[in-house]
């Protein structure tokens, strides 16, 4: 029989040999292959970017003349998980105007500084079927306004924050996007310039809606504000980031500030789903699944909630405004990772 202290040494050997061999097996995996969901996020950011990089369907926006000059071929892809990991393709530090997809952001301004209640009653939560800047869905419905993901809609939420000048208003709305994107975001001044020279057709809308008392400032001031906000620069990785925070219930994954209460994130997004690609909210339900916003300037944020934002940018945009390549590449990664949120129901 051994001693008692050769007995001791034996045990202390093996268990050492023991924990060498396990920590020798864990950094093989993650050195060499990452773990599962890690690896197959990169893959599928990877795959999506390489499957639409040569489609060339769409034109660049032009009615904001400045939107025409973006190079057509830019294209990027991010994933951002509810804890923060970004997986990124292609071309996703270059900046392009947000366009409408500052919309949902806005109302969740809304949704904070006042309720869920408010936003429903004075501008509206129904989908128009219509495109994004059109009039006759405000005379069709009561509501006017109809819902805060097309422009007549937003351009009362900016009218609804809580301001008493134009200055503070714009200071408010930029700080609100922002926040979501958990690092400050700036104007291009040269696309405000560009649409807030030639925004009669909103201008148009911001004074129908202040005839119906359907706006709740002067018609120019949230027309500018507006215009500003749709004017704010953003990178793909940026507009990820923005859905990060609604994927992760409101707080985002960087800062750890909430920026939208929890019970008021379900009704922003089912927003979303419903409203968030005009009159091809439709369509995109049916295929992609997501709740999702897209802006003329390219870019698309989809959510899946609980879990991740994909967001993905290319200038070309279809009839409806929205970017072919964008909308190609999240509805792959969808139906590759089975992210409908329909999904096993
Ligand atoms: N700023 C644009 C407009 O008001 C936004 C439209 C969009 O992105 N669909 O026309």
Redesign the pocket.
Known sequence: MDSLPTLKLRILFASTLLVITSLFLSSFTLADTGPPATQQLQNIVNQAHSKFKDLKDGNNANY?PILDTVPSELFGVVIITRDGQVYATGDTDYAFSI??VSKPFNAALIMQEQSPEALREKIGVEPTGLP??SKIALELYPARSVNPLV?AGAIASVSMVDASSEKQRWKKVLANLSGFAGEDLTLMKEVYRS?YETSWS?RAIANLLFNYERLYSEPEEALIVY?KM?SVGVTTRQLAMMGATLANDGVNPRTGKRMLKSAAVPKLLSLMLTAGFYDESGFWSYTAGLPAK????GGIVAIVPGKMAIAAFSPRVNDA?NSVRAMKAITYISEQLKLNIFEGS
């Open positions: 904001i366009q409408s994004f800047n422009n649409e909103n215009t749709c897209t802006g003329v300037g405004g």
